[in-house]
């Protein structure tokens, strides 16, 4: 398998071989299929998440339900998976296996205790079968046990006194996984700060509803009849998740390691995840479409984007993009544009005038004879909606260009 030197780094203090795992979910469920992601190049595992087993943990049926957009499949996913469902002991051993078999990949235990006791049992647990990490879940929205997942973030005090707990019972090092389902995630993350966490992984997954039927007006997934609102994630989220972690990175009360996670399926998802700060990567929706072979495309990208850029450490990289990302009132006004058009690679479709005319300036008049429009600069509002449309876009056909003095001609705004 090829080695990138480039992509080693170290996080929490553990050194990762390639800073990409599979996150805890069905693609992390048991030793077998974690062994075969780890010769396919993953770096290292978020086990599914480990119950004590004291409650009874069933899945309802069916667990998912794929979004699609168009003929894109799987744009999104719906999940009402729970914890894992099997015995605390299979997933221990699984552990143990894993770390004796693959001693160079990371081992991570996704975590849920139901009382203080089982988050120490858990963690205790983990840590003597050789996990080199621990994760605990405070943010799956959509257990069915009172008081669990997403819960505890909703309840904030609880997550301090949980990794309290788990902090006081282990050496190893403790990430919280936080919920984007709160107005500010900087907050939950505050209270596990302050209970001892040595790093934050963000998303779970976003609460949501993404389909409903139009003949029996059940949500899906469809379980008997009854659909909930519940756990969605891929790309539909990494906005969600890119937004997390840069408010994660930026917040000066944190300052800890981040594991960014939702909607990563190529290089490219990878990469702005370590710019807004991430220090390891995590995916669970992109091996469910995918396969864990996505894992040979993302490193092969990333070692690329490295090399062609002179970056020796993949760690150079990580947060690099966070100082640009200001409030809106910290943007320069004065920075005016218009969009400039390539009329020699112009199809004459006329989505561009259309939506010039129905959603923006009116700058575009259309030129019927030769089938092409017609800019006119002094009207144009520089909010290049014609280049999301234009279908010539590799290159894009239509360019922002910045106008020098352009602000000071700009009508005045009338309420
Ligand atoms: C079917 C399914 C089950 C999941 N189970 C867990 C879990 O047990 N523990 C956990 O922390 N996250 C769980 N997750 C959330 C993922 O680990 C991940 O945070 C989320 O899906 C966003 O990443 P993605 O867009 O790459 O899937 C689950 C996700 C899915 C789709």
Redesign the pocket.
């Known amino acids: 398998m090829t080695q990138y030197k480039r992509l080693e780094t170290t996080f929490l203090g553990v050194k990762f071989e390639n800073p990409v795992m599979l ?4 693609v992390s469920n048991t030793g077998e299929m974690v062994g075969r992601s780890f010769d396919a190049g993953f770096g290292g595992v978020v086990f ?2 480990i119950g004590a087993g004291k409650e009874k943990i069933i899945h309802p049926g069916p ?2 339900a794929g979004y699609n957009y168009h003929n894109h499949r799987l744009v999104g ?1 719906q ?1 009402v ?1 729970q ?1 894992s469902d099997r015995p605390m002991k299979d997933n221990l051993d699984d552990l143990a296996y894993l770390k004796k078999n693959w001693p160079t990949k990371i081992i991570v235990s ?1 975590i849920m205790g139901f009382t203080k006791q089982e988050w120490r049992d858990l963690a205790k647990a983990s840590e003597d079968v050789g996990a080199d990490m621990l994760e605990l ?1 405070f ?2 929205p959509h257990m069915t046990v009172e008081g669990s997942g997403m819960k505890v973030s909703h309840a904030q005090a609880l997550v301090g006194e949980f990794t309290a707990e788990v902090k006081n019972t282990v050496k190893i090092p403790v990430l919280a ?1 936080l919920t984007p389902n709160i107005t500010d995630i900087t907050e939950t993350a505050k209270f596990a700060k302050d209970g001892g966490a040595d790093g934050f992984t963000a ?3 976003v609460q949501a509803l993404s389909g409903i039927g139009l003949d029996d007006y059940i949500p899906r997934p469809n379980v008997a009849g009854k659909g909930a609102m519940s ?1 969605y ?2 790309p539909a ?1 990494k906005p969600i998740g890119l937004r997390c972690i840069a408010q994660l990175a930026q917040a000066p009360h944190l300052g800890l390691p981040l594991s960014g ?4 399926e190529n290089w490219i998802d990878a990469i702005e995840y370590l710019l807004v700060g991430s220090g390891t990567l ?5 091996v ?1 479409h995918y396969g864990y072979r996505i894992i040979e495309d993302i490193l092969e990208g990333m070692d690329l984007y490295l090399e062609e850029r002179g970056i020796d450490h993949l760690a150079d990289l990580v947060g690099k993009a966070v100082p640009n990302i200001v409030p809106t009132d910290q943007f320069d006004l004065t920075s005016q544009g218009v969009a400039e058009y390539d009329q020699d690679r112009c199809v004459g479709c006329g989505q561009c005038y259309i939506v010039c005319q129905d959603a923006a300036g009116q700058c575009l008049t259309w030129d019927d004879a030769n089938r092409r429009p017609v800019m006119h600069e002094d009207t144009c509002l520089g909010c290049m909606i014609c280049s999301f449309v234009c279908p010539v876009s590799d290159p894009p056909m239509i360019k922002y260009r910045v106008v020098p003095g352009k602000s000071e001609i700009l009508p005045p705004v009338s309420r």
């Open positions: 996150s805890s979910s069905p599914k998440t667990r998912m996913l999940n998976e914890i996704s879940n943010s799956c996984k998303i779970n997954t756990g994630s891929g989220v996670c939702g909607g990563i995590q995916i669970t929706t992109g469910i």
